[in-house]
């Protein structure tokens, strides 16, 4: 009954409802199944068998299971490990450092125009003609409030 | 006196304070999930109030599997082998 080109379904488990092979026999327990389903070890009981064939030999590679799954009329995808890619780490620390300034140079920014705003209201609210003294940037600052 | 206190849709439960104690209100938790077919208690599936299945994941609240969170396990094999069975390939 459960030998390598059994086409079973799977009954257990996130893959159930799913088409499958038998692709090797393991034990008097346990089969290895492909198809549908992910490649994996699998107990006899959380696998229903049918009475359809395929023409895989024991131990077919994912390649001959997608070619035999055609004649089921069912195209399977190829799954490829993913490559490994290396985490960057040294990005993260240079991230940190360029930030650092960045905010002393914005509290900076902020005092220098905080000073220049203090500047012209005193001087409009005192001095009544301010474009003698305070500089060309001050005195369209000063019309708006006014 | 209001209807919380008077119906008992809500539950009573004491607590403790430094006068003695003191009876407070709270919903009760929703039914356990019983599978259709065979009766059983749905495992995997938790007796959370609403708001808080709201902010759960969806793996969290079923078994990743057909007909998980509706059907037991051994309802949905039955269900699967007799599909299986009557299958034409």
């Not at chain 1, 035999?68 to 490990?81: H, I, V």
């Not at chain 1, 993913?82 to 509290?107: G, L, M, W």
């Not at chain 2, 709201?54 to 057909?66: D, F, G, L, S, V």
């Amino acid at each position: 009954m459960y030998e390598p080109g059994r086409v079973c379904m799977k009954i257990a488990g996130r893959d159930s409802n799913k088409l499958c092979v038998i692709v090797d026999v393991i034990d008097a327990n346990f089969v290895l199944i492909d198809g549908e389903t992910r490649r994996k070890k699998v107990n006899i009981k959380h696998i229903e068998p049918l009475k359809k064939t395929l023409d895989i030999k024991k131990g077919a590679s994912r390649a001959d299971v997608i070619k035999a799954f055609k004649a089921l009329g069912k195209e399977l995808k190829d799954t490829k490990p993913k490559k490994s890619t290396e985490r960057p780490k040294k990005k993260k620390v240079k991230k940190i450092v360029e930030k650092a300034p960045k905010k002393a140079v914005k509290k900076e920014i902020k005092k220098e125009t905080a000073k220049t705003d203090d500047s012209p209201k005193k001087e409009a609210s005192s001095v009544e003609n301010p474009k003698t003294e305070t500089p060309k940037i001050e005195v369209k600052e000063a019309p708006k409030k006014e | 006196m209001q209807h919380k206190t008077k119906s008992r849709t809500f539950r009573r439960v004491k607590v403790r304070t430094i006068n003695g104690t003191k009876t407070t209100y709270q919903r009760r938790k929703p039914k356990v999930g019983t599978c259709p077919e065979t009766g059983e208690i749905l495992k995997g599936v938790p007796r959370a109030l609403p708001g808080k299945m709201k902010t759960m994941p969806k793996t969290h609240k079923r078994p990743e599997r057909p007909y998980g969170g509706v059907l037991s396990s051994s309802a949905t094999r039955k269900k699967i082998k007799n599909k299986a069975r009557e299958l034409e390939l």
